[in-house]
């Protein structure tokens, strides 16, 4: 049972914990796929101070925050968690990555369509690669491309050199268009491909996590073809997604657990420009 449902959690639109339960559990089919048995990392509101993140929730001796079911969803509104975070790993081989997440940020002021262009052209870099991705909308002003890996799966080093050496190609080659710096000057009229997710213990905000921003928007999956399509920023909202929608938007994403693909060492040597060695 829920403490204090009336509690505003969303100061900008009004949303309270008790709406955020019924929303979880509504749409919980969908959201389930993407927590469980992740890592997370939680935004909470509680009480009047500032929303803040947490790894580990205090009075629990789990060494990580994880939800796998509806009853662990609505624990979490109780708590206030307002947004949700997954690592890119299980909590079962936290030592190695089970996906790559390269965050496409924008410079203030640019176009969606910079920002679409450019995940298509991240898609079909890593695609050359022999590396299949997915599309997620943020909930924000950027687009995430993610990479599912199976065994053998990078330690996390190893991700991170990946991801980096892709983000780094892109500068290279288009430096008008892309950056592998962070910071907002080195943004300004360029997209950031943010490979800074790939380490231990770093997060990405999951499909169907709320963002705790004026109209509370909510990240989801995208299909490619969707992606192409628009024009506009993909938005979806809160008080305006329900199970239905949900279903359907997660449909965008068919296929995710059953891509069997790996960092192998003629991927890398492709990417790094170096020539693979054969064994």
């Known amino acids: 049972m ?10 900008d639109d009004g949303v309270t914990k008790a709406e955020l339960a019924a929303w979880f559990d509504a749409v919980a089919d969908s959201l389930l796929p993407h927590l469980i ?28 925050v994880t939800c796998n079911s509806r009853e662990g969803l609505q624990q979490l509104a109780q708590l206030g968690v307002v947004e949700l975070h997954t690592w890119g790993t299980r909590r079962s081989w936290t030592s190695v990555a089970d996906r790559l997440t390269f965050d496409l940020d924008p410079g203030a002021g640019l176009p969606w369509s910079r920002v679409r262009d450019a995940a298509l052209a991240v898609r079909r870099h890593l695609a050359s690669l022999g590396l299949e991705s997915f599309a997620k909308a943020t909930g924000g002003k950027g687009l995430h491309v993610v990479v599912p890996l199976t065994p053998p799966r990078p330690r996390w080093p190893r991700a991170l050199e990946f991801a980096r050496t892709v983000s780094r190609h892109f500068a290279s080659a288009a430096p008008g268009e892309f950056t592998a710096r962070t910071g907002e000057a080195a943004r300004r009229g360029r997209v950031f491909i943010d490979y800074l997710r790939n380490t ?28 192409e399509s628009q024009d506009g920023r993909p938005w979806y909202a809160l008080r305006e997604l329900d199970a239905a929608t949900a279903r359907r938007l997660q449909r965008a994403w068919q296929g995710y657990d059953g891509v069997r693909q790996s960092l192998r060492t003629s991927s890398t040597g492709r990417v790094s420009g170096r020539t693979p060695r054969h064994r």
């Open 2 to 11: 829920l403490t204090h449902p009336e509690r505003v959690l969303y100061p």
């Open 37 to 64: 048995d992740r890592p997370l990392s939680v935004l909470r509101v509680t009480g009047q101070r500032p929303p803040f993140f947490q790894r580990h929730l205090a009075g629990r001796r789990a060494p990580f």
């Open 200 to 227: 231990r213990g770093a997060s990405s905000v999951a499909a169907f996590s709320p963002r705790w921003r004026p109209g509370v928007p909510v990240a989801v999956p995208l299909s490619w073809e969707e992606l």
